[in-house]
C-alpha cells in the first residue's frame, strides 16, 4: 500500500490573511527597537574594548534617526490630515503620538550621552569608568566584583536597555489597543528595572531601588491586566475604538460568547479604574506614587534622570490616549477621580518635598507634584488641555534632564554628594554650575521666563477655561508651597557658607556639558518664547480613532 | 528750524552724559565743557528766537516730532516739542540766566574737587528744565519735571558730607513728591476725560469745556498742588529753606532759572483748563497771596543771607501765582514778572555768593558790614538788583509788580480789594527785608568775626569770571522792565498764547503805581529806622511772638512735624507691629504648619514595599470605589 502522501494536507479554503503593516508610518518605533536588538548582538560579538565606542555611536544614530523619521512623518501631515492607525489597528500614528515621540527621540538621545559620561569617577586601574558597576550579577564588594574592577570592565548593555524602554515608550502613547499597551509597559519597564540595579556606587541601595521597582511595577501591572480582562469582558474586544463604540452604545456586533457579561457597566467602570490605575502608576501619581522616591534616589543618576524625563511623557501621552480615545464617554466618572489625584498629588509632593534632605529625593517630590499639575491639563478635556499638557511634558522632561545631570557633577570622594547640607556655598564655588542649577529649580518652581511658567500657565488657564478654577486654586497653592524648597535649594547654594570638606564639581567630558547646556537652552527658549512651540503642540493635539464601523 | 529744538534741549543733555560718565579725565576740562555746551543751547535758542521774531504772530509756533514713544492702541505718547512764544520765554530765561550761572560756578566751585560732577548735574538740571518747558504734552513734561526734581536733589545735596545738605536734599525731594504725584493725577484724569495728554488735545477751549465742571476743577487743583511743591508754595513751601545747603550757585539756579519757575509755567500753560473753572482759579490767587505774605515775614526775620533770599523767592512766586490765578489779565504780567525776576533774584544770589565766598563762607549778615567799599562790583550790581525787587520807579520790578497789583484790584469787589491790599502789603515787606539786608551786608560798621578755623575775613573781590554774570544780569534787572513794558511789547508777544485780558481796576495805573511806591518806600525807612541808623547787634534779639516764629519759618516745620510725620512714624510703627505679628504670624505659622503635615506625611514613606504595595492597593480601592460611587449618584 503505497501511503497517499497527499491525504495528509488539505486546501486551504480561503487565501491566508497577511495584516498589512504600514512599515513607513511606524518607522521611529522600527529604527529603534531594532538598532536595540543589534545593541544585543554587538554585546555578543564585538571585543570588548570596541564595545563602548560601538554601542554608543550605534544608539546615537539610531535615536537621531528615530527623530529625524518622527520629523519627515511631521512634515508629512501623519500628525494631522494624514494620521492613521497602523499595523492592523495596533498602533496609532496622529499628532499626540508622533509630538511625544519626538519628545521621547531626543530626551533618549540626550541621555544617552549621559550614560556614556566617563569623566566623573577618577579612572581605576588606568581606565576611565561610567556610572554603572563593572559586573553587575556580582555580590556588591564581592570578590568577583573586585575582579571586575581590576580588569577594568562596562557594562555597555545599558545601551540596548535604553534603546528597548525607549522602543517600548514610543509604542506606549500611540498603542490603540490593550494588549498592545500592555506589551509595551512591559517592554519599557523591564529595561528600566534592570537598569536601576546597575549603580557603580552604593550598588545596594541601587539593587534595593531595583527590586522594589519590579515588585510594585508587576503589581500594577497585574492591576492592569486585570482590568483589560474585564474591558474585554465588556466590550468584546480590545481595540480602542471598539471599547469606545461600546461605551457609547453602537456596537457593531454582539459577540455570542460573551453576551452575559457585555454592556455590563460594572465591568467596565472597575476595569477601567484598574487601567487607569496602571497607567498612574506609571505617572507617578498619588496615592501610586511611593515607588518614585525610593527609586529615584537609588537608580544610577543618569538611569534617574531618563527615566523621570521618559517615563513620564509616555506614561502621559497613554492616559491621554486612554481617557480621550477610549474613556470619554466615562469622561463624568472618571473626571471627578482625577481631580482628587491630581489634588493629592500635587499637595502631597509639594508638602512632603518641604522636609526632604536629598537632592534626589527632593526631586522625585517635585516631580509627583508635577504629575499632579500635569494631570490638571489633562482634565480639561478640550484641545488647549492637550495641547498644554504636551507641551508641558515637553518642557518638564529636559528641566528634569538637566537638573539630574548637575546632580552627578557634584561628587565628594564617596560618589554624588546628594545630601543637600553637602550643598551649601556650591553657588561661591562654582558660580555657573550652581547657576543653571537655579534655573532649572526657576523653572521647576515656574518663575516666569523659564519653560516650567509656560508650561504651568498653559496647563493652568486650560484648566480654568474648562471649569476647574478649584484644581488651578489647588494647583496655584501647591506651585507656592513647591516654590518654598526650590528657593530654599537656591539660598543654600548662594548665600550659606561653603562646608568644610564639602564635595567638588567635577570637570564632566562635552557629553554632560552638552546636556546641561541643552537643557538650559531649552529651559529658556521655551520660557521666553513659548508660542511657537505651544502652537506646535497645539496642532498636534488631535488624536485619530477609527471608525466605530471598521473597529474589531 | 525745527530740527534746532532738539539740539536745544540735546546740548545740556549731552553735556551731563558726557560730564557724569566721562571720568576723571574730564576733570580738568569738564567744567568749561559744560558752560560751553550751556552757551550752545542759548546760542540755539537765540537763533530760534531771532527766526521767530521774523514771523507774523499767529505763526511762530514751532513743533518738532522726535519719535513715538509710546505707541499703543489708544494710548499715543510722542517724544514731540512744541516751541510757541510761552516756551520761547522760558527757553531764553533758563538758557540765558543758566549759562551765566555756569560761567559763575567756574569761579566759584574752582577748589571744590567734585567739579566735574557739579557741572554735570548743572548740565542736567538745565536739560530737564529744557524737556519741561519745550515737551508739547503732559507726558513728556512730567519727564522734565521728575528730571529737575532729580537734579534739584543732587545738588542741593551736592555737599553731601555735611548732614544737613543730605536732609536738605531729602527734604526737597519727598516735599516734591507730593506734588508730582498732584501732576500724575492730573495727567490721569486728563487721559480719563479727554482720552490724550497732548498740549493740542486737551488746551483747547472746546474741548475742555466739554469735560465736567467738578472733573476740570479737579484737574486744575491737582495741577495746583504739583506746581506748589516746585514752586514752594504755601503748603508745600517748607523745602525751599532748607535747600540753600546747596552751592550758591545752585540757588541762583533753583530761584532764577528752573525749578521754582516750572510750577508758574504749568498753571500758565494749562491756562485753557483755569479759565473754564473759577474755584481753582480762586485757590491758585489764595495759595499765591499766603506764599507771598508767608515768604515775606519769613524774609524779614531771617539773618541767613541766603535764606532771607530764599524767603524773598517764595514771596515773588507767590506774585506769579496770584497773577496767575487772575486769568488772562495777569498770565502775561505773572510772566513778565518771572522773566524779571529771573534777572534779579539770579543777581542777588550771585552777589550773596560773592560775599560769602569773600567772608569765608559766611551766611549771618549781622558779621558781614561795611562792605561795599571791599567789593564795589558787587555792592553795584547787588544794590541795582535790589532796587528792581523793591519795584523802584523805572527798573524791572517796578513795572512787572506794579502790573500785577493793578491786575489784583481789577479782580474787583472785596476780592479785589483783599488780593489788592495783599499784593502792596507784600510790597511794602519786600522793601523792608531788601533794605534791611542791604544795609546788614554793605553799610554800616565791619561786625566780621573769624570763622571756625580762627581765620580773620580778608573781604575781596570775586575774580572776573563772577563778576561778569553779575554785571550782565545787573543790566538785565535794569533794563529788562522798561523795555519789556514800552508799548505793551510783552504783552503782545505772549498774547496769542496766554491771551490778554483788559479790566478797569477801582484804581488808575497811576494810582497804583504811586501806592506801590509809598508803601515801597515806608519799607525802606522801616528798615532805615531799624538797622540804618543804630548800630546791629552781633547777636540778635530775642524780638517778639511774631519775629521768633518767622525766624522757624512760621513753624512750617513744627507743623509738618506735628501733622504728618508723627502720624506717619505712628501708622508705619503700628504698620509694623501689624507685619511682624499678625502678617508674619499667618505666614510663619503656615509654613510651619506645612513642615510639620510634610514630616509627618514623609513617615508613611518608611521604605518597606509591602506598605507601598498596601498603599497602591488601598489607592485602588479608592479609584475603583469612587469611579462606581460616581455612577451610583
Known sequence: ?????????????????????????????????????????????VPRR????????????????????????????????????????????????????????????????????????????????????AQPAALPGGPAEQQAVRAGWMTTDVFPLLLFATGGMMIFPAANDLLVLFIALEVLSLPLYMLCALARRRRLLSQEAAVKYFLLGAFASAFLLFGIALLYGYAGSLGYARIAAVIGGTPPELDPALAATMGNDAL??????????????????????????????????????????????????????????????????????????????????????????????????????????????????????????????????????????????VRDPQGEATHLSKWAGLGRRSPLLAGVFALFLLAFAGIPLTSGFAGKF??????????????????????????????????LMFFSDPQPGGPSVVIPSPLTVSVVGLAAVVTLVLGIAPQYFLDLAGQAGVFVQQAAATAR | MESLIGGLVAAPLLGAAVLLTGGRRLDRSGHWLGTALAGLSFVFAAVLFFDMLGKDAEERTLTSHLFSWVPVEGFQADVAFQLDQLSMTFVLLVTSVGSLIHLYSVGYMAHDERRRRFFGY???????????????NYLLLYVGWEGVGLASFLLIGFWQHKPSAATAAKKAFIVNRVGDVGLAIAIFLMFTTFGSFAFSAVLDEQVAAGAGQATLTGIGLMLLLAACGKSAQVPLQSWLGDAMEGPTPVSALIHAATMVTAGVYLVVRSADIFNLTPDAQLVVTIVGAASLLFGAFVACAKDDI??????????????????????????????????????????????????????????????????????????????????????????????????IIY?????????????????????????????????????????????????????????????????????????????????????????????????????????????????????????????GRRPVPLVAPAGRWVTRAARRDLLQDDFNHAVLVRPGNYLTRGLVYVDHKLVDGVVNGTAAAFGGLSGRLRRVQNGFARSYAVSMFGGAAVLVAATLLMRAV
Open chain 2, 407 to 531: 491786575a489784583a484790584f481789577a479782580k474787583g469787589g472785596t476780592q479785589g480789594w483783599i488780593l489788592g491790599g495783599v499784593t502792596l502789603l507784600g510790597a511794602a515787606l519786600t522793601a523792608y527785608y531788601m533794605t534791611r539786608m542791604m544795609l546788614l551786608t554793605f553799610f554800616g560798621e565791619k561786625r566780621w568775626q573769624p570763622d571756625a578755623a580762627g581765620r580773620e575775613p580778608h573781604p575781596h573781590e570775586a575774580p572776573r569770571v563772577m563778576t561778569i554774570p553779575m554785571i550782565v544780569l545787573a543790566v538785565g534787572s535794569v533794563g529788562a522792565g522798561a523795555y519789556f513794558s514800552l508799548g505793551e511789547r510783552f504783552a503782545h508777544w505772549l498774547e496769542p498764547v496766554t491771551g490778554l485780558g483788559h479790566e478797569e481796576a477801582p484804581l488808575s495805573h497811576g494810582m497804583v503805581s504811586l501806592a506801590a511806591t509809598a508803601v515801597m518806600l515806608i519799607g525802606v525807612a522801616g528798615a532805615w529806622a531799624q538797622y
Open chain 1, 268 to 409: 467596565l467602570l472597575i476595569g477601567g479604574a484598574m487601567v487607569l490605575m496602571g497607567l498612574l502608576f506609571k505617572v507617578g501619581a498619588v496615592p501610586f506614587h511611593m515607588w518614585t522616591p525610593d527609586v529615584y534616589q537609588g537608580a544610577p543618576t543618569p538611569v534617574t534622570g531618563f527615566m523621570a524625563a521618559a517615563t513620564k511623557v509616555a506614561a502621559f501621552g497613554a492616559l491621554l490616549r486612554l481617557l480621550y480615545v477610549v474613556l470619554p464617554g466615562l469622561r463624568w466618572d472618571w473626571e471627578p477621580v482625577l481631580w482628587g489625584v491630581a489634588i493629592l498629588s500635587m499637595v502631597a509632593g509639594a508638602v512632603i518635598a518641604i522636609t526632604q534632605t536629598d537632592v534626589k529625593r527632593l526631586l522625585a517630590y517635585s516631580s509627583i507634584a508635577h504629575s499632579g499639575f500635569i494631570l490638571a491639563g489633562v482634565i480639561a478635556v478640550s484641545p488647549d488641555g492637550v495641547s498644554s499638557a504636551l507641551f508641558y511634558l515637553a518642557a518638564y522632561s529636559f528641566v528634569t534632564l538637566g537638573a539630574f545631570a548637575v546632580v552627578t557633577l
Open chain 1, 458 to 491: 498653559a496647563v493652568f488657564r486650560a484648566a480654568a477655561d474648562a471649569g476647574a478654577m478649584g484644581l488651578v486654586v489647588v494647583g496655584v497653592a501647591a506651585s507656592a508651597i513647591a516654590a518654598f524648597f526650590y528657593v530654599r535649594v537656591i539660598v
Open chain 1, 1 to 45: 500500500m503505497s501511503s497517499d502522501v497527499s491525504s495528509l494536507v488539505t486546501l486551504a479554503q480561503t487565501e491566508p490573511v497577511f495584516p498589512e503593516i504600514q512599515w513607513a508610518a511606524l518607522s521611529p518605533t522600527l529604527i529603534v527597537l531594532g538598532a536595540a536588538t543589534l545593541g544585543i548582538l554587538v554585546e555578543a560579538f
Open chain 1, 50 to 133: 570596541a564595545r563602548y565606542a560601538t554601542q554608543l555611536v550605534l544608539s546615537v544614530l539610531a535615536l537621531a534617526a528615530a527623530f529625524s523619521a518622527v520629523i519627515v512623518l511631521a512634515v508629512g501631515d501623519y500628525g494631522t490630515s494624514e494620521a492613521l492607525i497602523a499595523g492592523a489597528g495596533a498602533i496609532a500614528v496622529d499628532g499626540p503620538a508622533l509630538f511625544l515621540q519626538g519628545v521621547l527621540a531626543l530626551v533618549a538621545l540626550v541621555s544617552v550621552f549621559l550614560f556614556a559620561e566617563r569623566r566623573l569617577d577618577p579612572a581605576e586601574h588606568g581606565r576611565p569608568v561610567d556610572s554603572f558597576a
Open chain 2, 122 to 136: 548743572l548740565n542736567l538740571f538745565m536739560g530737564a528744565m529744557l524737556l519741561l518747558v519745550l515737551a508739547d
Open chain 2, 306 to 403: 541766603k535764606k532771607s533770599l530764599a524767603g524773598s523767592t517764595m514771596s515773588q512766586i507767590g506774585y506769579m501765582m496770584l497773577a496767575a490765578g487772575l486769568g488772562p489779565i495777569g498770565y502775561v504780567f505773572a510772566i513778565m514778572h518771572l522773566v524779571t525776576h529771573g534777572f534779579f533774584k539770579a543777581g542777588l544770589f550771585l552777589g550773596a555768593g560773592s560775599v560769602m565766598h569773600a567772608m569765608n563762607d559766611e551766611v549771618d549778615m549781622r558779621r558781614y558790614g561795611a562792605l561795599r567799599r571791599h567789593m564795589p562790583v558787587t555792592f553795584v550790581t547787588f544794590g541795582l538788583a535790589y532796587l528792581a525787587i523793591i519795584g523802584f520807579p523805572g527798573l524791572s520790578g517796578f513795572f512787572s509788580k506794579d502790573e
